[in-house]
């Protein structure tokens, strides 16, 4: 898939070779076309299909070199499996690609507008924010200054251009004024900005946004009307569906693009066949900036949501569906894993390069929440529970000794990553989710991982093939 990266010269004698210290072999199911393995190196960028008698030269170079072998060799030293490089020269070159990614690169920034939310959706993650005192606030004109002017002391910050709304639901009757106000003063530091959102007041709120530079929003569809309404409710109980509708076409008509989320659980996973068909029917398979994309539905601090499916069970699932009506996914996505260039799943389906991952996600380097509280977050699943806020920007900026630990967390300072096979390009898996599962970051979350490599890295490999 990518081939072009060698850092051996081909005058070197033979005996000068030797097998890097960081290629991967995932093993590939029959199903993926016919090639056997998966072979990977992050610290040359590289991700190849090989079958099992190119596999067998690898494993046995270089003791049993042998002549037949020359062409499956040389390519092995082009793409750096074979390398002149020895280990400790490897290790220093992978050490500076390691702290090369932990620059920030496309730094992110929220404000959590309130933990209001209209809805009571029946797998909410964050019920425990529906307590009054949390509830009733939202964040004044005061406290974003506050968040505005600490986004100017944070280094990681020093080169962000966007912004997102975060809630709860940031867009309500009671937030419109303040949300007014983000966008204004927000503007004047030439912010782009985004958000995620319900939808029910998109329609309200489009003609505000057509005034500013939104070039996103994020909404969530279920599915068609009764299986949406039957799970996403107004708190009242009353339905949400052709509100949203209305709402996300008003933002395409407008020209904000939408990413329409779906989330998944045993309860809806059945639908979403009649829900391509629905949104084939109403039009926006055909239509510009319109998205969708499944994710499971996760578990919360304190709940397990009905109808929850772990990520194999979920996989396995997809997989199966796309089976059934392969078009199925051209329209609808599946969220395997961060579709992030120098991840695995685009260096297999686009050929970029595949960079190491010492950690799982922009929360550890570059992503910062600022909430009505005065509190600080690096996690957006995390907001509004103190148990996570790394930090305060009221009355001054200070993070406490949690920041540290968000900062650290990597497949270095996690004991069970540091022995773990695909740690470079697995990150260690979501803190949060680690921490649900295991009372500490500093533990690895393997099972969304495991479940990309055996189910969705071979459907993609069969997707190229
Ligand atoms: S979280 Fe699991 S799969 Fe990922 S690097 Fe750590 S041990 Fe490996
Ligand atoms: S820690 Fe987990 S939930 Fe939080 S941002 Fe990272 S991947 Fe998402």
């Not at 309130?114 to 029946?122: A, I, L, P």
């Not at 489009?206 to 530079?213: D, G, I, K, N, T």
């Not at 929850?308 to 796309?322: D, P, Q």
Request: one cysteine or more; proline letters at 5%; hydrophobic letters at 35%.
């Amino acid at each position: 898939m990518r081939g072009d990266k060698t850092t051996n010269g081909d005058h070197m004698n033979e005996s000068t070779f030797r097998k890097s210290s960081y290629t991967v072999v995932i093993p590939l199911p029959a199903s993926a076309g016919g090639v056997s393995y998966l072979v990977c190196n992050p610290l040359y960028g590289n991700a190849s299909l090989m079958s099992g008698e190119e596999l067998e030269v690898l494993s046995r170079f270089p003791t049993d070199s042998d002549v037949d072998n020359d062409a499956v060799v040389s390519q092995l030293k082009d793409e750096g499996y074979i390398t002149t490089l020895t280990e400790e020269e490897e290790k220093e070159l992978m050490n500076k690609r390691y702290e090369d990614q932990k620059k920030p690169q496309n730094p992110r920034t929220a404000i959590i507008v309130t933990y209001q939310c209209n809805f009571r959706c029946t797998y909410c993650w964050a019920d425990h924010l529906f307590v009054p005192d949390t509830m009733r606030v939202v964040i004044d004109e005061k406290t974003v200054d506050a968040a505005l002017k600490t986004m100017t002391q944070i280094p990681a910050l020093e080169s962000v251009e966007g912004m997102s709304f975060y809630g709860g639901e940031p867009f309500l009757p009671s937030t419109r004024s303040i949300v007014t106000y983000i966008l204004e003063r927000g503007s004047e530091r030439d912010f782009s900005f985004h958000a995620n959102t319900n939808g029910y007041y998109l329609k309200e709120f489009v003609p505000l946004f057509s005034e500013y530079a939104v070039d996103g929003l994020g909404v969530t569809l279920d599915g068609c009307q009764h299986v949406h309404d039957a799970r996403r409710k107004r708190s009242d109980g009353g339905g949400t569906f052709f509100k949203i509708v209305e709402g996300i076409d008003d933002a395409l008509d407008s020209g904000i693009p939408i990413g329409v989320r779906i989330n998944v659980d045993a309860q809806n996973i059945g639908e979403l066949l009649t829900f391509r068909d629905w949104v084939t029917e109403h039009g926006w398979v055909n239509r510009k900036n319109i998205s969708f994309t499944c994710t499971p539905v996760l578990p919360g601090k304190d709940t397990t949501p009905p109808g929850l499916l772990t990520y194999s069970e979920m996989a396995e699932r997809i997989v199966a569906l796309r089976k059934e009506s392969p078009s199925l996914f051209k329209v609808m996505h599946y969220a395997w894993e961060y579709f992030v260039e120098g991840y695995l799943s685009q260096t297999i389906l686009q050929g970029t390069e595949l960079q190491p991952r010492p950690f799982y996600c922009s929360a550890h380097f570059q992503t910062f929440s600022f909430d009505p509280f005065g509190d600080i977050y690096c996690c957006p699943r995390a907001v509004g529970d103190r148990t996570f806020s790394v930090g305060q920007f009221i009355p001054e900026l200070k993070f406490n000794e949690k920041f540290e630990d968000w900062m650290n967390r990597d497949v270095l300072s996690i004991p069970r990553c540091r022995t773990c096979d695909v740690a470079l390009m697995c990150g260690g898996g979501c803190a949060y989710e680690a921490y649900l599962q295991s009372g500490t970051l500093f533990e690895g979350y393997c099972e969304k991982y495991r479940a990309f490599l055996e189910y969705g890295a071979p459907l993609f490999v069969g997707q190229r093939m």
